[in-house]
């Protein structure tokens, strides 16, 4: 079998990337009823791969881009104990490589840029009727500290 790398994407990684956003979409759109028809994009990924306050990070086996996850340093509420933490997204796992712990890694991986930068905070969002990807990041250890709750008017 092939080693797993985890590294720094980069520009030329654009396209995949962009791929795997639509994918996140496709997967997100039974749990969130308000996402608009058609094409839509979460983030700036070609920004995010270039900013100082972000790490976007691939998971590469035999030169394919199988996963992808960011952290991105964000300014803490003036409330809490921290200044700063990181706020990890576009986390996903090509389905031919789901089950062998590949976003668990690309977790790992952007924590330790998080330390890296001085960060002693993770924040990340899930939907709440996720109950895979919740399983999923508690085992990482991740806690649950608040949900979102919305209604229609």
């Known amino acids: 079998m092939d080693k797993m790398i985890f590294r720094t994407a980069r520009p030329d ?4 990337l962009l791929e ?3 994918g996140i979409v496709a997967a997100e759109r039974p749990f969130n009823p308000t996402l608009k ?5 979460y983030y700036d990924i070609q920004a995010l791969i270039v900013s100082d306050n972000a790490e976007v990070a691939v998971a590469e086996v035999a030169g394919e881009i199988v996963g992808s996850g960011y952290a991105l340093i ?3 509420s003036a409330y809490v104990q921290h200044d700063h933490y990181a706020y990890l ?3 996903y796992v090509k389905p031919t490589h789901r089950g062998q712990g590949i976003n668990q890694q690309l977790t790992e991986y952007l924590k330790d840029w998080a330390r890296s930068r001085g960060l002693t905070e993770v924040r990340l969002d899930v939907y709440s009727d996720n109950q895979p ?4 990041y508690e085992k990482a250890g991740f806690q649950s500290l608040m ?4 209604m229609e008017l």
Do not use: P, V, Y
């Open 89 to 91: 997204g576009f986390m």
């Open 37 to 41: 028809e058609g094409h839509i994009n």
């Open 13 to 16: 990684d654009l396209e995949t």
């Open 133 to 136: 990807a919740i399983k999923a």
């Open 147 to 150: 949900l979102e709750m919305r």
């Open 74 to 76: 964000k300014e803490a």
């Open 20 to 22: 795997f956003e639509q």
